[in-house]
Nanobody, 119 residues
Framework: QVQFVESGGGLVQPGGSLRLSCAAS????????MTWYRQAPGKERELVAT?????????NYADSVKGRFTISRDNLKKTLDLQMNSLIPEDTAVYYC???????????WGQGTQVTVSS
């Protein structure tokens, strides 16, 4: 079955960096657009970044993270990464990965990884 396992979150000061990783299984990873989402307390889930499949993937970012976050993937390892730089308190959320471009393709979700940006 489809599974996502997110990792790499933690507590970081404003201006700091974190690198998140998502291990995916149960589907043909390389064929899917992959997406990072986040959900802050009391807020709806937000799309953060997407990356297409294939040999020359293209990326897209939410305006709120553009220029600070970088999404990447390793199709052999079936992993999806998110490099987050210049973190701000508004980035505090639980971060999840899933397949799909504008909405989650799979109903299955991982446990997410908590990112807290605070001094």
């Amino acid at each position: 079955q489809v599974q996502f396992v997110e990792s790499g979150g933690g507590l970081v000061q404003p201006g700091g960096s974190l690198r998140l990783s998502c291990a995916a299984s149960g589907f043909t990873f390389s064929s899917f657009v992959m997406t990072w989402y986040r959900q802050a307390p009391g807020k709806e889930r937000e799309l953060v970044a997407t990356i297409t499949g294939g040999p020359a993937p293209s990326t897209n970012y939410a305006d709120s993270v553009k220029g600070r976050f970088t999404i990447s993937r390793d199709n052999l390892k079936k992993t999806l990464d998110l490099q987050m730089n210049s973190l701000i308190p508004e980035d505090t959320a639980v971060y999840y990965c899933n397949a799909g471009r504008n909405q989650p393709f799979f109903d299955s979700w991982g446990q997410g990884t908590q990112v807290t940006v605070s001094s």
